[in-house]
């Protein structure tokens, strides 16, 4: 096991079950961070896994639940393309989520607009710094992080074989790689590490092999065996066939 501290583990019957844990998970959250601090900052991922969770929370009874007027909604990671392109994680979440809450338009930060990848990254990590309250380290704290996993162990855009430099500072970076392969925007280890409930949300037979390695393999050193909350707690949300290899 790599973790010293155990994270927490929920293997749900089927899909249904995954995302409606997913789905109360994100309500708890919600609720418990504006009754600490007036507001939920809360950074979703991309791909196809939270399509679903992102689906139910745009209807009752998860809808009514969330304290959209004092949500903020953030990216953990967006591809430069269009937000019209259909691999555009901003334009999934408007198609499934955003036009069917009454979240207001200025709590919506989307990662990529219309600058250049690299002019987008500072634009954010600004973002981050004037909306998210700081840690005594100066990173900014998420409530809620939604953390997918590739198949080859990356999470968010954070590929195998991008080396940090533990003096690299940055918040948010540019990279290019991942499926679709393009320049991507991507939250950094020290912010996705400061969210005080950082959240995996892994289904399906194929990621099966990937988790037994996250979890068994340290050797093999892939980014989301880097995803260790440092105060926060840290949370797998699986389905049986993603979790049917894993060895505890
Ligand atoms: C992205 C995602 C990415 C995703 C994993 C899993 O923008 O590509 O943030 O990190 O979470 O690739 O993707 P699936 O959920 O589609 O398997």
């Not at 200025?106 to 973002?127: G, N, T």
Request: one cysteine or more.
């Amino acid at each position: 096991m790599i973790y010293s501290k155990k994270p927490t583990i929920y293997i749900e019957e089927n899909q249904n079950a995954f995302n409606r844990r997913l789905a109360e998970f994100f309500c708890t959250a919600a609720k418990e961070a504006v009754i600490s601090h007036n507001r939920f900052h809360v950074a979703l991922s991309g791909g196809s896994t939270p399509r679903n969770l992102h689906r139910l929370l745009a209807k009752p009874p998860f809808r009514d639940e969330v304290p959209w007027q004092k949500t903020h909604l953030f990216w953990v990671d967006e591809r430069c393309v269009p937000k019209e392109n259909k691999d555009s994680n901003y334009g999934n979440v408007r198609a499934d989520l955003l036009d069917k809450i009454p979240i207001p338009d200025h709590h919506v930060h989307p990662m990529h607009e219309v600058l250049s990848c690299e002019d987008e990254a500072e634009k954010y990590q600004q973002i981050l710094k004037k909306e998210l309250d700081l840690s005594k380290e100066m990173i900014p704290v998420f409530d809620l992080v939604l953390l997918g996993l590739g198949t080859d162990g990356h999470v968010a855009s954070l590929f195998p074989g991008t080396i940090f430099e533990k003096k690299d500072t940055r918040w948010v970076v540019s990279v290019t790689g991942g499926n679709p392969n393009v320049r991507r925007l991507t939250l950094t280890y020290p912010v996705l590490n400061h969210g005080k409930k950082v959240v995996f949300m892994v289904s399906g037979k194929g990621k099966a092999e990937i988790v037994n390695t996250v979890f068994n393999n340290p050797g093999r050193k892939l980014p989301a065996q880097f995803i260790q909350p440092e105060n926060g707690q840290l949370i797998w949300v699986m389905d049986k066939e993603a979790s049917s290899l894993y060895k505890t």
